[in-house]
């Protein structure tokens, strides 16, 4: 199973970014599929999760109102990040994870078994 993250950049405060993470290497339906981001010299962070049907969705506190994540319809392998109003403080490196078991927590790291390598967001003031 691979993830495969893409769609950072450098943008300035105010700004708007996509993420994209795309799950190959298998057949299966994942469960639940989520982003967490690290800053330098900071531990990593829950930025947002959601199930595979979509019905249940959860962010971190510092991007309710801001991000939203969701699923391609017809790729159900696809998840985006959609990162409007960015903030300087969003920068750092974005991570997808996936999991196929399903979970009381979606926001804990140690719940997904899959990780994608990494995309760099870096948001100017």
Sequence with gaps: VQLQASGGGLVQAGGSLRLACAVSGTTSIWNKMAWFRQAPGKE???????????????????????????????????????????????????????DFESTVDYTQDSEYNYWGQGTLVTVSS
């Design 44 to 98: 990593r962070e829950f930025v947002a999760a959601m199930r595979w049907r979509g019905d249940r969705k959860y962010y971190g506190d510092s991007v309710k109102g801001r991000f939203a994540i969701s699923r391609n319809h017809i790729v159900k392998s696809t998840v985006y990040l959609q990162m409007n109003n960015l903030k300087p403080e969003d920068t750092g490196v974005y991570y997808c994870a996936a």
